[in-house]
């Protein structure tokens, strides 16, 4: 089944630590993104990335850095940075910019 | 500035009554549009999309949805609610440029009553 897989679904970290959340799709999707979702936000772009070895910042960037050294795979880590980084977190895939975009299940990161 | 509306926060409607949740845009050119809709605590699933052609787009779960120009709209509607359709419901455009990401909407959330 082709797909967009997030790992772990509930993740827990003490504040002053980084977190890296996993994105692996098998779609064979050229463009990959990362979304923050907060109540009453709706979603808000963290980072995007349009080919390997290649990405942009999004809307809210700051504390959040990312990688794409393989095109299945687009980690988003949650650096110490990041002033406020319990939230609900979504990544997804398109085939092209203008596609629609397809999501994964979500990553709950709860900062304590 | 470029910008996507849903001005309805929270709607609540009847099982078995008409749904029309509103989208309004803000940009130049038309811009390639999308419906999402997203349970609590799942990630999104694509309800239609609008690109060219005809206006009134038909998606699936029995959603449809009419893009209209000269309002800048593309609302949302449903026949008939059913109790499952309770969720949260994204409107979504990409810039007919293209070369901005998808950009989202706040989002309106249905609550269905019996």
């Known amino acids: 089944d082709g797909g967009i897989t997030q790992s772990p679904k509930y993740l827990f970290r003490k504040e002053g630590q980084n977190v890296t959340l996993s994105c692996e799709q098998n779609l064979n999707h050229d463009a990959m993104y990362w979304y923050r979702q907060d109540p009453g936000q709706g979603l808000r772009l963290i980072y995007y990335s349009q080919i390997v070895n290649d990405f942009q910042k999004g809307d809210i960037a700051e504390g959040y850095s990312v990688s794409r050294e393989k095109k299945e795979s687009f980690p988003l880590t949650v650096t110490s940075a990041q002033k406020n980084p319990t939230a609900f977190y979504l990544c997804?895939?398109?085939?092209?910019?203008?596609?629609?975009?397809?999501f994964g299940p979500g990553t709950r990161l709860t900062v304590l | 500035a470029q910008s996507v509306t849903q001005p309805d926060i929270h709607i609540t409607v009847s099982e078995g009554a008409s749904l029309e949740l509103r989208c309004n845009y803000s940009?130049?050119?038309?811009?390639?549009l999308f419906w999402y809709v997203q349970s609590p605590g799942q990630g999104l699933q694509l309800l239609l999309k609008y690109f060219s052609g005809d206006t009134l787009v038909q998606g699936i779960k029995g959603f449809e949805a009419e893009f209209k120009r000269s309002q800048s709209s593309f609302n949302l509607r449903k026949p008939s609610v059913h109790w499952s359709d309770a969720a949260e419901y994204f409107c979504a455009v990409v810039p007919f440029s293209g070369n901005t990401p998808l950009v989202f909407g706040k989002g309106t959330r249905l609550s269905v009553i019996a």
């Open positions: 997804a895939s398109s085939m092209g910019q203008i596609n629609e975009q397809f």
């Open positions: 940009y130049g050119a038309t811009p390639y």
